[in-house]
């Protein structure tokens, strides 16, 4: 039973379900009017009858009372006859009463209208009762009433008691019929009610003939029409004959569909070329541009970050990023990323105060929230710097993945470790000095009388060696500022053998003091070169500057210039002036030869013996860069270094832009002393 009543219910509820919400409300709406009607007209048939009852209870006690007044005495004389013509006149007086009955004390019926008791009692009578109501008490003088159904309507039955000088003598009874007028209201109340009640419902099923016919049709089509334009369909139209209203409406969609068709082809060349403006961008930008979804699966990945993680061969889209990063970044960034997908928010104060330890990596990995600095070895050994960035939707409520850009910070690391070395030297050197220029003057000032003439120009030159020294300091870190910056200079024919002879007349002095030897070798006839005399005087300073200081006593060095023709189609076979300055000093080892010529490096950092700001080599470089060419080295540990760079010729066609460089000549050798090589 409970499975037919389940089955039941739910084929009610598709049939129920198939209906349109149109079709559904008009449903519930007659529902609510009929069930409305009907309620209300059998409420006023329930209150006509009510009414009706209440006079007929009226009525029937008033005529009860006024009946039993009279025939009490005439009963109570046990004169039936007289009571018999009273009752008849009664009885005949009105069609309200039904019928008159008289019974004793028991219930038997000694008379009664329109039946009475036979004249002849035999053998064979049939004694007739009735049943009275439970009387509160045998001293209840009031009558009582009840009603029962028959086949004509509801009767009113009274029942008055017959008392005569305190006896009891029986009970009247007396049947009072429903109003006829009453009665056939109410009937015509009725079959109205059910006439209205089949009129709504057949209005409604011509009302939704006339629905589906004329309206529901176009709407359904307007209804999938719109679904095909929610889908993208912006080629749909409607064509259906109709005016009015309706046709306005099928006009303005189709033209609405229209323009929608339109935009959709401005909107997809406008998205297609803000597609190539993005994709230009993210390919070209230097650093690596990595896109998340939800999954932590890559969506976007650019060539930048293709290439720093080796990935150009390989298909990553679609991929778990956290199984194809290096392993160092994998372990860190594992747990943000999950937490940063979970949460569904922006980086939280929880994710920002973590902090590794420094046995988890020798660098402070985290420098903001979603910022990470990590040191790998996989592809080859590097510093990163990771920033995670959530991707919102234009609410800014849905997360939608999580944007990854991978900067390379080697070399800005490197660069400021060797910065804060340089301040540290710096530092040093201009403490050094200052102090010793202030502890001079001071002895000078308290006790200049006491010294002799010896002590104090002693303690003089002292103080202005130091001072010269602070003038090499600033002027250092002034020409390479000067250097690094736009400014442009002059160049000009320069004759290279003049300025080479007054570098030999500047440190011959040094290096007799040093016992080192110090010539040139100089080409013959040497042709005018291209450049700034006084820069490239500054670079011969420093080149032979740092030999001195690195070459150990009995060394050599050398300067050398020569001019050659170039092999190179790049400078259209052009001559150049090649300068080399050799030492037979330290040499530089390998892993330093890479940085020799980087700001605020100097090899003395790893052997700690030689003092030096470090700036020499770098203001070298820039020197050369400013005359279009490129300082190299030749250099092995304990046997010497050779510096050389290419300068362009005065009177050839070779322009400062074009500059000359062969990489394929290398330098001259010379032999210095037995058993080494001079590069």
């Known amino acids: 039973m409970f ?18 919400l149109q079709t559904k409300l008009m449903a519930a709406a007659t529902l609510a009017v009929s069930l409305f009607m009907s309620g209300l007209t059998f409420w006023a048939v329930n209150t006509i009858q009510k009414d009706a009852q209440l006079n007929d209870t009226r009525f029937g006690r008033d005529l009860g009372l006024l009946l039993a007044s009279n025939v009490t005495p005439l009963i109570a004389e046990d004169d039936l006859t007289e009571v018999a013509r009273f009752s008849s006149r009664f009885y005949q007086s009105t069609t309200s009463i039904r019928y008159i009955i008289y019974t004793d004390k028991t219930g038997n ?56 000088q ?49 309206i529901t049709r176009p709407i359904k089509e307007l209804l999938l029409g719109v679904k095909n334009i929610a889908a993208g369909n912006f080629k749909q139209r409607i064509n259906l004959p109709f005016g009015g209203e309706l046709g ?86 594992q747990t943000p990323l999950k937490q940063m997908m979970e949460q569904n928010t922006s980086v939280s104060d929880e994710l920002e105060s973590e902090y590794q330890t420094a046995e988890d990596t020798p660098l402070q990995p985290r420098i903001s929230p979603g910022e990470y600095r990590i040191s790998i070895s996989q592809p080859i050994s590097r510093i990163v710097r990771v920033l995670l ?85 600033v002027n250092d870190v002034l020409d390479l500022s000067r250097l690094e910056s736009s400014k442009t200079y002059h160049l000009k024919g320069i004759d290279l053998s003049q300025l080479i002879e007054q570098t030999l007349r500047s440190y011959q002095l040094n290096a007799k003091d040093k016992e080192l030897v110090l010539k040139k070798e100089v080409e013959p006839n040497l ?17 032979v500057g740092n030999s001195l200081k690195f070459t150990p006593s009995k060394g050599m060095i050398v300067i050398r210039a020569y001019h050659f023709k170039t092999k190179s189609k790049q400078f259209n076979n052009k001559s150049c002036v090649r300068v080399e300055i050799s030492d037979s000093g330290i040499g530089i080892a390998p892993e330093d030869q890479a940085a020799i010529f980087d700001r605020f490096f100097r090899v003395e950092n790893r052997v700690h013996t030689l003092e030096g700001t470090g700036l020499g080599l770098s203001i070298v470089r820039n020197i050369i860069d400013k005359h279009h060419s490129r300082i190299n080295l030749i250099s092995e540990v304990g046997i010497g270094t050779t510096f050389w760079f290419d300068l362009a010729l005065y009177e050839d066609n070779c322009t400062p832009s074009e500059g000359c460089t062969n990489d394929n000549i290398l330098p001259r050798t010379v032999d210095v002393h037995p058993n080494s090589l001079l590069f």
């Open 527 to 543: 042709p005018l070169i291209l450049g700034h005399y006084d820069l490239l005087l500054q670079v011969m300073t420093n080149l």
């Open 109 to 164: 019926i000694f008379f009664g209208i329109p039946y009475s008791s036979a004249e002849v009692q035999n053998s064979l009578t049939i004694e007739r009762r009735i049943q009275l109501p439970d009387f509160p008490s045998d001293d209840h003088n009031l009558p009582l009433v009840r009603q029962h159904q028959s086949p004509n309507g509801e009767v009113t039955d009274v029942f008055v008691p017959l008392r005569h």
């Open 166 to 214: 305190g006896n009891k003598l029986g009970f009247l009874s007396i049947g009072i019929n429903p109003n006829a007028t009453v009665v056939n209201s109410s009937n015509l109340t009725r079959d109205v009610t059910i006439a209205v009640f089949v009129a709504i419902w057949a209005m409604v099923i011509l009302g939704a003939v006339f629905n589906a016919l004329t």
């Open 3 to 20: 499975n037919l009543l389940s089955q039941i219910k739910e084929i009610l509820r598709r049939w129920w379900s198939e209906f349109t």
């Open 248 to 333: 306005e409406l099928i006009f303005s969609f189709n033209e609405m569909a229209k323009r929608l068709e339109r935009y959709e082809e401005q909107n997809i060349d406008e998205l297609t070329s803000e597609k190539a403006k993005l994709d230009t961008l993210v390919s070209t930008i230097v650093d690596g541009a990595i896109l998340l979804d939800t999954n932590l699966n890559l969506l976007l990945v650019n060539p930048t970050a293709r290439r720093m993680f080796v990935w150009d061969s390989k298909n990553v889209i679609g991929e778990n990023i956290l199984e194809i990063l290096p392993s160092e970044l994998t372990e860190q960034l």
């Open 389 to 473: 960035t959530q991707v919102f939707d234009q609410h800014r409520e849905t997360l939608k993945g999580i944007a990854m850009t991978v900067q390379d910070i080697t070399r800005e690391v490197e660069l400021n470790e060797a910065k804060s070395q340089f301040i540290s030297n710096v530092s040093h050197e201009l403490r050094t000095p200052l102090f010793n220029i202030k502890s001079f003057i001071e002895t000078l000032s308290e006790f200049g009388e006491d010294l002799t003439e010896t002590e104090r120009k002693e303690f003089l030159e002292t103080a202005n060696h130091e001072t010269d020294r602070l003038t090499r300091l």
